[in-house]
């Protein structure tokens, strides 16, 4: 709820496009996320894969008919098949602005390694392991619930296609985020962290954890569930 209006999530199709794409140009900016720096077509090409993958879903929250909040979620890795179904996209971004070509923090984001290794990355690669893809709430509506509401939805859906658990990634330097997910019941990661990002993790399956050989803070203290 915010005030006495209600917020709706439902599944995005191609229709919302121009929508979600205005939503995040305007939450992230170009040192924020890369393709916020390829500019409006490559966010737009973004978010058209996302919403057109089988492997793929967006999820976006609405208030009196207008989208104020989204999140994506991919049944698994996604950062090079999302780059390569955006490439076309990537080459007129950087053909219509070639000093893009010049910028070191576009090649190092592009091209970064997930910064794990071990057992980090075998939960990473793991096929039953979903992973958020991006979140973003209007400004305006911040701090209203949207966005708990928008992951609590993303358990739900990944579960209903198959995935035993779901992962996403939250800057170190964005506390506020940090506390929606703790406060949800997602389960902090170590393994996965990296040197800017720290994992949050929602298990489905209650057996996963075993199977990484990981102990989940519960099954120690019972007061951590």
Not at 73 to 90: A, S
Not at 99 to 111: C, D, E, G, I, Y
Not at 150 to 172: D, H, M, P
Not at 215 to 220: M, V
């Amino acid at each position: 709820m915010t005030g006495d209006r209600t917020v709706s999530i439902r599944l995005a199709t191609l229709d919302d496009l121009d929508h979600v794409t205005k939503l995040h140009l305007a939450s992230f900016t170009p040192e924020d996320h890369v393709p916020v720096m390829l500019g409006p077509r490559y966010v737009k090409a973004t978010y058209r894969w996302q919403i057109s993958t089988p492997d793929a879903y967006t999820l976006v929250a609405e208030l009196d008919g207008a989208i104020v909040g989204l999140v994506a979620v991919c049944d698994k890795p996604f950062t090079r098949p999302m780059f390569m179904g955006c490439l076309g996209e990537f080459f007129i971004s950087v053909l219509k602005n070639p000093t893009l070509l010049m910028q070191a923090a576009l090649w190092k984001r592009l091209f970064r390694r997930s910064g794990v290794s071990g057992k980090g990355d075998e939960m990473a690669s793991h096929p039953g392991m979903a992973q958020m893809t991006i979140g973003a709430v209007d400004a305006e509506c911040r701090g209203a619930g949207i966005f708990p509401a928008l992951i609590e939805a993303t358990k739900v859906f990944s579960r209903q296609r198959g995935s035993r658990a779901v992962r996403a990634g939250v800057y170190k330097t964005n506390a506020p985020c940090q506390r929606v997910f703790i406060k949800g019941g997602w389960i902090e990661t170590p393994e996965l962290e990296t040197a800017d990002t720290v994992f949050y993790v929602a298990y489905f399956d209650s057996s996963l954890p075993e199977e990484f050989g990981i102990i989940l803070p519960c099954q120690n203290d019972p007061k951590a569930c």
